[in-house]
């Protein structure tokens, strides 16, 4: 299994690759045909997709670094948190009271 730390740098690499290979196909195209413009079109859309999915994995990263330095019950609630599960059955699963349930729910509640 990879860490995310991996996962991250594969991310970047690729991202590199992509850039670098529709750069070096910009100069390397001389021609105006539809075609090359339909491949420059599908390069930009996929150096596009992977900067989203590098954002994605930087926001997790984020997520899980966050995680670690949280004490363990704590942690537990942010992630029921996360998975819309509400402050009173947070509170019994994690055997924090109510009040803090429903702190950890109010800060790290995500926005649809």
């Not at 860490?3 to 740098?9: D, M």
């Not at 045909?33 to 596009?48: G, K, T, Y």
């Not at 926001?59 to 019950?73: G, H, I, Q, V």
Request: hydrophobic fraction near 45%; include cysteine.
């Amino acid at each position: 299994m990879f860490t995310w730390s991996q996962l991250l740098i594969a991310g970047v690499v690729a991202v590199a690759f992509y850039a670098t290979e529709l750069v070096v196909f910009l100069f390397a195209s001389k021609r105006n045909d539809p075609e090359h413009r339909a491949a420059i079109d599908d390069l930009r859309r996929e150096v596009s997709d992977l900067k989203s999915q590098f954002a994605q994995l930087q926001k997790e990263l984020e997520r899980m670094k966050e995680d670690n330095n949280t004490p363990a019950p704590y942690a537990q609630a942010i992630r029921m948190v996360r998975q819309g599960i509400g402050p009173a059955e947070i509170a019994v699963a994690c055997g924090i009271s109510k009040g803090e349930a429903e702190l950890i729910a109010s800060l790290h509640k995500t926005k649809n």
